[in-house]
């Protein structure tokens, strides 16, 4: 809120400067936030308030904070009012049908006013917080807005049809102008609260007053209307509406009844002072029971066992005291206590806790005392955050950029990855700025940040990502924590193939890292996702993990990316919530082995892992491994074929073997390729 | 004879001394060492030295024989230890070794989570799309709080409308670590939150918060503020420093902004400047209520902290958004 440094000087005795004003609220939780000086030159001071402190809203309320922080004394506005014989009930009536949105509503009558300008104090306040003057009715309204904190209306007597006001739900369609300039007539529905008069609203309840019961030049009697409504039902409305004002902000954040009248005698007494006319007697009002003060008992022992270090009662009390409670002590059980009663404006305090806090506060958290040292019972590891940190170092070591990309993305973008049977969740907002789907993978966002690289020059790159992604299928929704990795081909080279065996090799490192004792990585060609073609089913030991292949070109096409491009969506929860894994020596063999290299000519239609297949088949004697060695395409091979090389490894535990029994077990190997695989074997 | 030697094996090892390379040590050995050279002179005329004096100056020649020869070996040696292998061009760049980077925030998360780690938290997480009970009702933020209008969250449509949001605070984590943990407890989570900002340089519509909980007997505000400090210490450096302003959350009391005195870059220069991080405060006793922990029995306090704040100040880094276009060539800079 902007306060006038002169303003809140009014009220503290003896008046603070302005960086005293700063200092002392912004250390009472109210943080200043900037100043300057006004068209009139009058200084003020932006203060921040917190959502539950609507009582600080007011210049009044801002320097109760003041006077508890430096120990200054609060003068506050008094009031005499002289009412005349005449009574207001003679002239207005109120019926509030609605005690649960308005729990009190209450009208005095001023009648013989001469509506003009304010006198230049009470506009040199305004201006300074940046309000602007009207007439002397508006602006005492205004002013004890921000003064004291209450919202007020003030209606033209002779407008109101029978001099009637009902507090009422407004009807379906029910037409309002709200006041000002530029309004625009809105229709109303049966969740907004109205003031109305026997025909039609005078106001939107608590948000803004109507156009047609205003002041003006010619208004002689008026109708003064303090009231408080609830905070949602107000919020509601202004929401609804799209209209806001300095009222409907303070009655969300709670108005109470108890304060109303105090108010409301603030305002008759002020525009009697700069409007002339005379106060009829009586307050009409309609309403429910005005709560009682609260009592609340506060214990010396929890606030020390909350605060950790000791302030002593007298203290306490006296912190308290100075806010406007009322402590005193008394013995509950046996142990003494501090009872206090709590200012009605105090609606934020309501338990023992917010006692504590209140002296914690004025107590001042500097006070607050550091201890040396900190108690440490070690928790457990987190396997999966663990896990996580190892698989993204050895990414970043491998070559891989870490990105991190938002989870909403356009529906344009999502659909291609959603899987068959799932729909796309989307938020409701419309600030999601077109990109309203909560993506069903993260493969989309780094094809994007790919493109963005690409625009940007960058001729190759590997990007991955963990993060989650979301679906909704079977009747609920699903996320799914991922492991994301796009990659093209080495700069230079255009070749699939290449992006491919570059990423499974990645995938392959990776889970040597985190699942080494899972004896199967496997990769089996599948026919799906559709944004991968091909595309392989990732497995380890038989659990399925993701899935890996080069990205469909549509899709390809849809993120503007010429290069074959590799990715690959791994979901490894299960596998990182067992990091470290139990890793055992096995011990290095004795013996040298003899490698035999088989270079096969076959058909395209056979994969690399059908020959493999072939010679495993044999369960060939000192076999210890097959390790691809390269595919070579070319005229000399011919059209539609290809050459395999595979490297045969044989070694026996217990001896050197014989260069014969290597050579026996490779030609078992070719022959069965030739046989199987109508293989031509190059030598 | 015997000065005339004393001044040879000065004049020969002050030559040595200026020796600059492999052909001048070789010119120095023809000259001295070699088969016509001075010592082999020297050594000549040991044969016109009366008889007498013969052992005295002969032992004196071999003594500078071997004076000049270790000077000259240990200077052949000093030659000899540049390699002479294949011209290499030691100018030349190094070979790339791999472009991969961590980025930034995430860098930022694991220093973060191992400071905290070092203190007894440990990680927690929770779900991203949750539910109003996690994001406010068992936080204490009742369903007439304005923080759950439409304009400060994400709520989702269609088939799930009305039940799901993407959580706006991390604080959820705290929740559903209590509802299946038993105090004591002591944990940290750290992840993305989502509020609808639009994007400017300042405001990200998703962000990462790191939350901290400690619940046992005794935990009081005083622990609070020397688990900041000593949190701002370990991460930032023995110059930081921690200053805590009243504040108001619904989910603790007393509750205070965190401000932290921390390097930072401006204008490409490091200084210690005040901070805003997040917020702090003794867990409230509704909190515990939600979630079945008596709050007479313990006490407990929570922090949390924006990453990219943190990370912002501390590399100088000006706009949000940069953090999330993921340009290389920016994460590499942290790489």
Partial sequence: MRTSVLWLNDYLEPPASADEQAAALTSAGLPFDGGDTAENGEPWQEIETTSNRGDCLCHVGMAREVAAVTGRRVREPQVTLAPSAEQALAFVKVRNHEHAMCPLYTARVIRGVKVGPSPEWLQRRLVAIGQQPRNNVVDATNFVLFELGQPTHVFDLATLAGGEIHIRRATQDEPFLPLGADAKEVKLCPSDLVIADRDRPVALAGVKGGAMASVTEATTDLVLEAATFDAVAVRNASRRHAIASDSSYRFERLVHAAEVNAAADRLAALIIELAGGTLCAGVV????????????????????????????????????????????????????VIETTVPPRRTDVEREIDLIEEICRLNGLDAVPVADTIPVRLGQQNAVERGTRVAKDLLAGMGFVETITHSLVSERMAEPFLAAGATLLKVEDERAGGEPALRPSVVPSLLRVRRHNEDQGAASL?????????????GTHVERPTLALVADAPEGARDGQLAYRLLRGTVERLMAS?????????F????????????????????????????????????????PTAACELELRGLLGAYPPDNAATELPAFPASDRDISAIVAESFAYADLEREIRALSLPFLESITFVTTFRGKQIGEGKKSVTLRLLFRAHDRTLRSEEADASATRAIATLREKCGAEIRS | ??????????EAISELATVADAAALEAFRVRWLGANGRLRAAMDALKTVPKDQKPAVGKRVNEVKAAIEGVFNARKDAFAAVPK?????????????GEGARHVVAKTIDGIVEVLGRMGFSVADGPELEDEWHNFNALNIPESHPARGPADN??????????????????????????????????????????????DATHYSMFHQVEGLYIDRHVSMVDLKTTLVQFAKAFFGPEAEVRLRPSFFPFTEPSAELDMKMK??????PEWKWIELGGCGMVDPNVFRAVGIDPEEWTGFAFGLGIERVAMRKYGIGDIRLLFENDARFLRQFA
């Fill in chain 1, 462 to 474: 590997r990007v991955f990502e963990f993060a989650s992604a979301f679906h909704f299928a079977g």
């Fill in chain 1, 514 to 522: 985190i699942a080494p004792h899972v004896a199967e990585l496997r």
């Fill in chain 2, 85 to 97: 292998g294949p011209l290499v061009d030691v100018t030349e760049p190094g070979l790339p070794m």
């Fill in chain 2, 1 to 10: 004879m015997l000065a005339e030697l004393d001044s040879m094996e000065q």
């Fill in chain 2, 264 to 269: 930072i870059i401006r204008n490409g220069k």
């Fill in chain 2, 154 to 199: 994400f709520f989702l449509g269609g088939e799930v409308a009305g039940k799901l949001l993407l959580r706006t605070q991390t604080s959820t984590v705290q929740i559903r670590a209590m509802e299946t943990m038993k105090p004591p407890l002591k944990i940290c989570a750290i992840g993305r939150v989502y509020r609808p900002d639009a994007h």
């Fill in chain 1, 285 to 336: 009002s309609d309403g429910a029971t005005v709560p009682a003060a609260r009592t609340i008992a506060l214990r010396p022992s929890r606030a020390h066992r909350i605060l950790g270090f000791d302030i002593p009662v007298p203290r306490m009390m006296e912190l308290l005291g100075t806010l406007g409670f009322a402590p005193r002590l008394a013995t509950h059980g046996g142990e003494e």
């Fill in chain 1, 524 to 563: 089996e060609q599948s026919d799906g996702p559709a944004w991968l073609s091909p595309a392989a089913r990732v497995s380890v030991g038989g659990m399925p993990v993701g899935v890996i292949g080069l990205v469909d070109a549509r899709v390809l096409k849809l993120f503007g990316i010429e290069r």
